[in-house]
């Protein structure tokens, strides 16, 4: 028997705490998925007017919201596709994020909401080239304190040394979607190897776009390394 109701002191404590901290984790992720997306719509009608008349009307800048846990950005032949996970994740002990004194300083800080952003060719939807490859090229981490960081490709990059130093404002998303839009642009299409391309199925020709169904993916038949961009 659980003399003195100690199991239930403990679900209490339990509930009292960890599942405070994650709540107001949970609040604040919300919060600024809602600005990032306020963040998005400036920058695509801000770069959309600073490049009219400058280029091609058919490459586009646009902004699309697609509900409460997703939102897109097409700039030219890329789409930027944002992702709020709805869950909480505890950071593991062997990310190099818990070498910084401010986790050491309070555990309950290595709690995190997460938004994912990945970039797919536009072309993969219009053709609806549900086979294609898109790319996790960044992690945006936001904790209970609005404290984040910034994991990802290339210049997407914040070191979790800064974990800590330096609140989620408007200025740190107008930042990494800079910086997200940047590395998409610079993350060239390679000519997958002869190998990966020289057998095709019937079904792949057996529709109206015919050689567009074929499966593309910026890196395909390539790994996705941490240096594809410098």
């Known amino acids: 028997m659980d003399s003195g109701g100690e199991l239930r002191k403990q679900i209490i404590d339990k509930l009292t705490h960890k599942a405070s901290v994650k709540q107001q984790v949970s609040d604040n992720t919300v919060v600024v998925f809602h600005e990032l997306k306020e963040a998005l719509l400036e920058l695509s009608a801000e770069l959309d007017e600073e490049l009219d008349e400058k280029i091609d009307r ?8 697609k509900g409460k846990f997703e939102a897109q950005i097409q700039v030219a032949e890329d789409i930027l596709i944002f992702a709020m996970q709805t869950d909480v994740f505890r950071l593991h002990h062997d990310h190099e994020v818990w070498r910084n004194p401010y986790l050491a300083e309070n555990p309950a800080n290595a709690y995190c909401g997460v938004i994912n952003i990945y970039n797919f060719l536009a072309d993969s939807f219009k053709y609806n080239r549900n086979e294609d490859e898109g790319y996790l090229i960044g992690r945006i981490f936001i904790n209970r304190e609005m404290q ?17 130093t330096r609140k989620i404002d408007r200025g740190a998303l107008d930042e990494m979607l800079e910086a997200a839009v940047l590395f998409a642009l610079d993350f060239d299409l390679y000519v997958p190897p002869y190998k990966v391309s020289r057998l095709v199925n019937v079904e792949q020709f057996n529709s109206r776009n015919e050689i567009s169904k074929l499966q593309t993916g910026k890196r395909l038949g390539y790994d996705f390394e941490e240096d594809d961009v410098i």
């Open 148 to 164: 984040y960081f910034f994991e990802g490709k290339g210049r997407c990059m914040q070191r979790s040394a800064q974990f800590g």
């Open 58 to 65: 058919r490459i586009r800048i646009e902004y699309r919201d």
